[in-house]
């Protein structure tokens, strides 16, 4: 994965563009339980907007109101908001790390590596929360997050 696809799926998830997998999870919620108290035509409609959808978003959107298959927003804001604590505190640690070898003559060690893999595994199990969502078709809110 390049780093735009990267920094992309951290920083703002919502615009990844949707995959095949995540319409057919889309599907599958529409057709099991989440969708089992909507009409009919509205299911039909629902379905090719599905089929028509390019982002993520456009899936959230689809899905809305049915309390399945979509992240709560506050497990995608936690992603974003660690995400970018974590990238600027990593990048102003590295020039702080640099300046010091330069005025001293050497580089020490880089101690700034034990606060960014902390600060990486905070994000990577926020990450894995928010793509949870997309793995497992229906899985409805928990509120346990968010």
């Given amino acids: ?27 599958a919620v529409l057709a099991g339980q989440g969708g089992s108290g909507l009409a009919e035509d509205e299911r039909r409609s629902r379905s090719a907007a599905v089929d028509e959808a390019v982002t993520r978003n456009d899936l959230y ?16 804001t936690a992603l974003r908001v660690a995400s970018v604590v974590w990238i600027v505190m990593t990048a102003v640690q590295i020039v702080v790390w640099l300046a010091i070898g330069v005025g001293t003559g ?19 199990a926020l ?20």
Avoid at 106 to 124: F, K, M
């Fill in 61 to 76: 959107l689809t899905l809305e109101g049915l309390g399945a298959g979509v992240p709560p927003w506050g497990v995608t």
């Fill in 127 to 146: 990450w894995w929360v928010n793509e949870s969502y997309h793995r497992v078709p229906g899985r409805g809110r928990t509120g346990a997050i968010a």
């Fill in 1 to 27: 994965m390049e780093l735009n696809g990267l920094l992309r799926r951290l920083l703002w998830p919502d615009t990844v563009p949707a995959s095949a997998e995540d319409r057919a999870r889309a599907l």
């Fill in 106 to 124: 050497g580089l020490d060690v880089p101690w700034w590596l034990y606060s960014s893999v902390g600060g990486a595994g905070v994000v990577a």
